[in-house]
């Protein structure tokens, strides 16, 4: 009869400790060159977050549909010279992000030898349930920081969207300062390089 083991019952050599010594960082540049040479895909689940690289959370099926119904959504309401982009990279200072959802100023054409960075971007949408914590701390902290005017979390556990506006840009602690809930029966607006193009259905959005 097979027999499971209790991870206190495993030996330190078959356990991946965290290292507490320093760990190399890379830069994004190095990032860069490892994808070009093949060390990373684009098949590996991982993303380049304040010089780590991070596993990317799994993605479910309710994950999948809102994040297409907020692709679409905002793909809807768009004025000319924008488009909607769906887990594709972004570039800041030291991290590469792939948001669930991004506007993207001009048209794809123009990112043929670069992804788009701060500068290009009007909103980055990251749809939550498992990546809660992390959408809360270190992308929250990474757009902030980079200067991404706004910056949404489709909250699956709590039934929300969080928006947060106002970034501080690079600081010791960089964080958004303006923070709004919508709930089930709120619309939210969607700002547009300082203008509202619409609103969105909380509602219709949500699972």
Do not use: C
């Amino acid at each position: 009869m097979a027999t499971s083991t209790s991870p206190l019952s495993l030996t330190p050599e078959k356990i991946a400790a965290v290292p507490t010594e320093v760990i190399w960082r890379l830069s994004v540049d190095q990032y860069h060159a490892m994808l070009r040479a093949g060390i990373l895909t684009e098949d590996d689940p991982v993303e380049m977050l304040e010089g780590w690289l991070v596993t990317k959370m799994p993605r479910n099926p309710q994950h999948r549909v809102v994040t297409q119904l907020t692709r679409e959504a905002l793909a809807r309401l768009l004025p000319g010279g924008w488009y909607v982009d769906a887990q594709e990279p972004i570039t800041t200072v030291d991290s590469e992000p792939e948001p669930d959802v991004t506007v993207v100023r001009g048209e794809r054409r123009q990112y043929l030898d670069r992804h788009p960075g701060p500068q290009d971007v009007a909103l980055v949408v990251e749809v939550a349930d498992s990546s809660l914590q992390k959408d809360r701390s270190s992308k929250k902290r990474i757009y902030a920081a980079a200067g991404i005017r706004e910056y949404w979390i489709v909250n699956l556990i709590e039934g929300q969207f969080e928006v947060y506006t106002e970034p501080s840009g690079p600081s010791e602690q960089p964080d958004y300062r303006q923070h709004r809930k919508y709930g089930p029966s709120d619309t939210v607006p969607v700002i547009i390089d300082g203008h509202e193009v619409g609103r969105l259905a909380v509602q219709a959005l949500l699972p």
